[in-house]
């Protein structure tokens, strides 16, 4: 069986993607979609799908229609979650509320909702009822993550936990929902599929932990974005809330008055924060835990048994997902 | 076979939706689902798919599921359209997104959307394919109708012909699918699908129609709202169309110029509105297009070979939906 690099699977997606029939009437539905689909993106999530398959010996062919569902999922839960969060941008241009209206994200959202699943079911029609399990349950948890990143705006205190709990349902469960559905597509069974889920969950948890640290942390050259602006904006990150558990009384009191407003400086309050940070631990602590997710994610890894090289598309692409960062 | 009646088949319907888990964390995600499957309404379309297994030989159990997901997505889409119509009421209880707000309806609309194909994928494996591939396409047809809808507000000139596709996209192809689904877990085949799907479309549109009629010139206490609410809002109904099409160029003018804001006074304003409807023969071209598609839809289920009384449920349901009339 022949084995195709990232480079060649990452055509297919594209390739797939291209070709959605999403240029229809009527266009006040279909242009966002299209503007959305063609604004290109990383395509993280089907690549995954795809290597996961070639992985378990399945062609990658086979498991496209559901790599593309993911994609397809993906953005539209970008779309609607950037009118919750009032998010102007995304990827550099116009967010679809923005271009148009919240009316209009919502009901192209909702529309490619329903496309992705009419991907998904045209996959094996004898996998379509395993396919459709993972694919909802994973849905339903990436809202409950919205939902509780929403709660936490409001909620006094959040345990390091439950924050754990929200990226893990927001960011995690579709990285390993998209690896494990590629992996039941290649013919996995049932345990080979619960280990590369339970990888993909914990290289997610440890993605989203780095996507924190890198945001108070990063080299904005290589970060791609200004860092400071979970800061900016009080977001509550593993950062913050480790801040507050590792912190003095005195310590915890000045960081909570800074996140209610007393310093309306960005710049000093950025700089401000990250040197509480500092005092505190919080960058070990962090790295710590990034490094505690990883190495339990490769622990899952390891419990199949592949060859190596079978295994190098899939380490290709985590290392890009992970090694932007220190 | 035993055959059960409506009602022991609509008590199905709302055991299945009682038992729905969505009690569940994080509340503010559940709490608007639980508020909004609990708030009742008549079930018309699970109860519309139990029968159709029922009239095919099939029992009506096994066909719960995908009633239970048919009115799970007709609810989240209510969800969705009340924000889009800024709707305070639905069912004599304040909207979702008014008792809550915007970005709660939109999640946990997207969550009952996720929800519905959780309970569609619980039906019989084999025929899961079929089945997600008439609900998807319906679902999408849903988007395209309610869009249709959006675009309308703001066109100059809808024709009669247009308006037929918006409510045939937004309103009746949910109770053709409806239908379809309920046929095919029945064991209907290809073709006897087929007519039941062309049947539940042609008497969707002769329903919505009649809703149009009713809106209009409906008996306030059987109707069971307020009538003449399409013409306050300037809505661009049937009748409106077709009375721009039968009226003289002077009549046109005028009820254009109402529909402009012209008149301030809501009750004038209906009163003048339906004097020239009234005026100009639009009751009855109305009623003969209701007749018309009620006919073509029962020529589809003439089609389908099955005795009378296998008939019964599905006659007593559809007089239910249409004989409120005239």
Redesign the interface.
């Given at each position: 069986m022949q084995s195709y690099s990232v480079e060649h699977l990452q055509q297919m997606v594209s390739n797939a993607i291209a070709l959605l029939p999403v240029y229809k009437?009527?266009s006040?539905?279909y242009e966002p979609i299209s503007y959305t689909m063609n604004q290109g993106g990383k395509r993280l999530r089907p690549l995954l799908t795809l290597v996961a398959a070639q992985m378990f010996g399945g062609n990658p062919e086979r498991a496209l229609p559901a790599a593309t569902a993911i994609e397809i999922f993906h953005n539209f839960?970008l779309l609607?979650d950037d009118?919750?969060d009032q998010a102007p941008l995304r990827r550099g241009a116009e967010t679809v509320y923005k271009k148009w209206n919240?009316?209009t994200a919502?009901?192209s959202?909702?529309?490619m909702?329903?496309?992705a699943?009419?991907q998904l079911?045209a996959s094996d029609?004898e996998l379509?009822?395993g396919l459709?399990?993972v694919f909802?349950?994973t849905?339903?948890e990436v809202?409950?993550g919205?939902?509780?990143d929403?709660?936490f705006e409001t909620t006094e205190s959040v345990s390091l936990e439950e924050y754990i709990t929200m990226i893990r349902l927001k960011t995690a469960v579709l990285l390993a929902a998209s690896l494990k559905i590629g992996a039941i597509i290649g013919g996995a069974s049932t345990e080979e599929a619960g280990h590369i889920y339970a990888f993909g969950e914990n290289i997610g948890i440890a993605f989203q932990l780095q996507d924190d640290y890198l945001d108070a942390f990063g080299d904005e050259r290589t970060f791609g974005k200004k860092t400071g602006g979970d800061i900016v904006v009080n977001k509550k990150t593993y950062l913050y809330l480790k801040a507050l558990q590792n912190a003095s009384e005195a310590g915890k009191h000045e960081l909570q008055a800074i996140y209610s407003g007393s310093i309306s400086d960005p710049a000093e309050k950025v700089g401000r924060v990250l040197d509480i940070f500092v005092r505190n631990g919080v960058q070990e602590s962090t790295r710590d835990i990034i490094a505690s997710y990883y190495n339990k994610g490769m622990e899952s890894l390891k419990k199949i048994r592949l060859k190596p090289e079978a295994l190098e598309p899939l380490m290709k692409l985590i290392s890009g997902m992970l090694d932007r960062k220190f």
């Open positions: 009437e009527p006040g539905l839960t609607h009118i919750i919240i009316n919502i009901l959202g909702d529309t909702f329903a496309i699943y009419g079911s029609p379509l009822p459709m399990d909802t349950r849905a339903i809202c409950e919205q939902q509780y929403i709660d």
